[in-house]
């Protein structure tokens, strides 16, 4: 299975922020449309990710205030990267190496939208459910003659 097997699943909104807007406006937005994190671009390209991580981490060393802080300051400016050819094997690795709960999936420049450690374990148990009905289905047509055959 492959990243581009979740997107065609997911959908491919996009949710993003700029570097120099400030950090309240896009916890804001993060809150307000219920996501983990949000690409950050500048003149079309991926410039870093902001995740819920980013958010508390800066407001607890700012005391407990988001205060004036950009997301330029609290973003991750080298975040983890796919294609939708990466197979789901590597990018589990990738993940769980990195501790990162979300992934840009990237076609050279082109943002084609970000992936979450969620979606990627929703698809291994989606898989893995569909190998199991398919078993269990093979497992109650076995041919009555072949046991027979056996016994």
């Known amino acids: ?37 949000l690409v950050v671009m500048a003149h079309g390209d991926l410039v870093g990710m902001l995740t819920f991580r980013e958010v508390i981490v800066c407001i607890v060393k700012n005391g407990g205030e988001i205060g004036g802080t950009l997301v330029r300051t609290a973003m991750d400016d080298h975040p983890l990267t796919c294609t939708a050819e990466t197979e789901l094997d590597e990018v589990r690795r990738m993940m769980l190496d990195r501790h990162a709960r979300y992934m840009p ?31 269990k289905a093979y497992i109650r047509d076995w041919p009555a003659e072949d046991e027979a055959q056996r016994g």
């Open 105 to 135: 999936v990237m076609d050279k420049k082109m943002l084609m939208g970000v992936i979450s450690f969620y979606d990627v374990a929703k698809a291994v148990v989606d898989s893995q459910n569909f190998e199991n009905k398919m078993l």
């Open 1 to 37: 299975m492959k990243v581009a097997d979740i997107l065609r699943v997911k959908g491919n909104t996009l949710f993003t922020a700029q570097p120099d807007e400030p950090l309240a406006k896009a916890a804001e937005i993060m809150a307000e449309k219920d996501i983990g994190s």
